[in-house]
């Protein structure tokens, strides 16, 4: 498309020395981690790429990849050398336009040919600069063979989260130099808000036509917001579809029928907690690969840790209720109901329905203390089996980590996702959130079992838990829940 059709999208030119992270800038700031090639080799990238960024079907900028320079030093005095040698007084611009017809351009000094060709066709120039190296000869180089375009050019320091950089050496040089309008903007770790105030330091160096990068930067914050409400209502769809589900018992049903229900509840609610990782993941334009198998616990992107597992859950750092069989060697995780009416949070299923009527008498009096009922309505009421609400605490809380990690993660990072080995607690103080709990009275609504049932009332229940889901992560990341 002609410059004519699309008479108000802004042009930037990614420029700087070759393996400094622009095709890592590029691929943050698109949010696609599949955009050019990263890699630690020199020179990754040998042609100029396009990408467009833009509020809605509206396009607001053009970004181009550009390939890293060299060989600044020599370059700079084969300028010289022309320049020298034509008699003319050329300025900048002039003397970039000598070298690009001459055959130097075509052969030593290709890449760097590109480099300038895209930068004079551009609105602006981001120079990208790896923070963690020295302040050399050859960058000062680069910068004044940039600076002959006349285009506007913003230094990004690139990688400032590193122990390595050394960003104030940085801003000294290129104040020295005469640029005082600098952006520091790691591409692997963002901080918050980074990516608005790269927009808005270019947007000074462009006068009236910045305005559109102020927009873009308001759109891409919405856009933010929009994802982390989406991911709390994900979240609170899982917590719901575990919190009521609710599996029957019968009385006659043997010790192997009876396991077999328990372990199908057990992989029902780690494979819906799975799915919602999945969706997290797709939400945030990551994927399994990104996640660290090591630190999640995972295994291939998925949780390798046996969440009902007492031995996992006290590592993670969350401890189990005491309850009618509390203690007991098995079916951690799960609830008893009898009669309809809970025994009490990590109440242990293998004890009690495997040691049939005996186990029962031996705890009579705290099933009766926990049931408020007699001992024989106890026994011949329906017996039903749910998730233990220790169990609800780690779901909600390590997908809320999950959550905090994906957004302060740069879609340009090789590294994989880290999480916490144990959960922050101080996530979830105190009860979970009263809207869970009603859950609980509402079977119908858990799709771990069925196809589950949408109701206004359930929808109400998942909006509850998410806004407070909102307010946790709010506080974790210190910034007011929107």
């Known amino acids: 498309?002609?410059?004519?059709?699309?008479?108000?999208?802004?042009?930037?030119?990614?420029?700087?020395?070759?393996?400094?992270?622009?095709?890592?800038?590029?691929?943050?700031?698109?949010?696609?981690?599949?955009?050019?090639?990263?890699?630690?080799?020199?020179?990754?990238?040998?042609?100029?790429?396009?990408?467009?960024?833009?509020?809605?079907?509206?396009?607001?900028?053009?970004?181009?990849?550009?390939?890293?320079?060299?060989?600044?030093?020599?370059?700079?005095?084969?300028?010289?050398?022309?320049?020298?040698g034509s008699g003319q007084r050329l300025d900048g611009p002039a003397r970039i336009q000598q070298f690009l017809h001459s055959g130097a351009a075509a052969g030593r000094f290709e890449q760097e040919a590109k480099v300038l060709r895209q930068l004079l066709q551009s609105d602006a120039g981001l120079y990208v600069i790896d923070a963690r190296d020295p302040v050399l000869a050859k960058y000062r180089d680069e910068l004044e063979i940039l600076a002959s375009c006349?285009?506007?050019?913003?230094?990004?320091?690139?990688?400032?989260?590193?122990?390595?950089?050394?960003?104030a050496a940085?801003?000294?040089a290129l104040a020295r130099l005469g640029l005082h309008v600098v952006v520091s903007f790691d591409t692997v770790a963002p901080a918050r808000g980074g990516e608005r105030a790269l927009y808005e330091r270019l947007a000074t160096l462009l006068d009236t036509r910045g305005l559109a990068l102020l927009r873009l930067a308001e759109h891409h914050e919405q856009e933010a917001l929009n994802r982390r409400g989406a991911a709390t209502q994900a979240l609170a769809d899982l917590l719901i579809d575990v919190a009521a589900c609710r599996v029957k018992v019968a009385h006659g049903d043997d010790a192997a029928v009876r396991e077999r229900a328990l372990a199908d509840l057990n992989a029902a609610v780690r494979g819906r907690e799975q799915a919602c990782v999945d969706a997290l993941l797709a939400l945030y334009r990551f994927d399994r690969a990104d996640l660290d198998a090591a630190h999640l616990p995972l295994s291939d992107g998925r949780?390798?840790?046996?969440?009902?597992?007492?031995?996992?859950?006290?590592?993670?750092?969350?401890?189990?209720?005491?309850?009618?069989?509390a203690g007991a060697a098995a079916g951690f995780g799960i609830d008893l109901m009898l009669g309809g009416t809970t025994l009490g949070s990590g109440a242990a299923i293998g004890a009690l329905l495997g040691g049939g009527l005996p186990t029962l008498q031996r705890f009579g009096r705290r099933l009766l203390r926990g049931v408020g009922q007699t001992l024989n309505s106890a026994v011949t009421g329906s017996r039903y089996l749910r998730v233990d609400e220790s169990i609800l605490r780690v779901l909600l809380t390590r997908q809320v980590q999950l959550v905090l990690a994906l957004e302060a993660r740069g879609h340009a990072a090789v590294e994989r996702i880290v999480l916490p080995q144990s959960l922050q607690t101080d996530l979830w103080q105190g009860a979970l959130p009263a809207a869970l709990q009603?859950?609980?009275?509402?079977?119908?609504?858990?799709?771990?079992?069925?196809?589950?049932?949408?109701?206004?009332?359930?929808?109400?229940?998942?909006?509850?838990i998410a806004e407070a889901t909102l307010r946790a992560i709010a506080r974790s990341t210190g910034a007011s829940p929107s």
């Not at 006349?150 to 960003?167: G, H, T």
């Not at 949780?303 to 209720?321: H, N, S, Y």
């Open 303 to 325: 949780w390798q840790e046996d969440l009902f597992d007492p031995a996992t859950l006290t590592a993670l750092g969350i401890t189990l209720g005491s309850g009618a069989a």
């Open 170 to 172: 940085w801003r000294e």
């Open 438 to 464: 009603r859950c609980r009275e509402y079977p119908a609504w858990s799709s771990l079992r069925g196809e589950g049932h949408w109701s206004p009332a359930r929808q109400l229940m998942q909006e509850r």
């Open 1 to 84: 498309m002609t410059d004519t059709a699309r008479p108000t999208v802004l042009r930037i030119a990614v420029v700087g020395h070759t393996n400094t992270g622009k095709t890592s800038l590029l691929r943050t700031l698109t949010r696609d981690s599949h955009f050019g090639e990263v890699s630690a080799r020199p020179s990754t990238t040998r042609h100029v790429e396009g990408v467009s960024l833009g509020i809605g079907a509206t396009p607001v900028l053009d970004l181009y990849d550009t390939p890293g320079m060299e060989d600044s030093i020599a370059l700079l005095e084969t300028l010289h050398a022309q320049a020298s």
């Open 150 to 167: 006349a285009v506007p050019l913003l230094p990004l320091l690139n990688f400032v989260r590193d122990a390595r950089a050394s960003e």
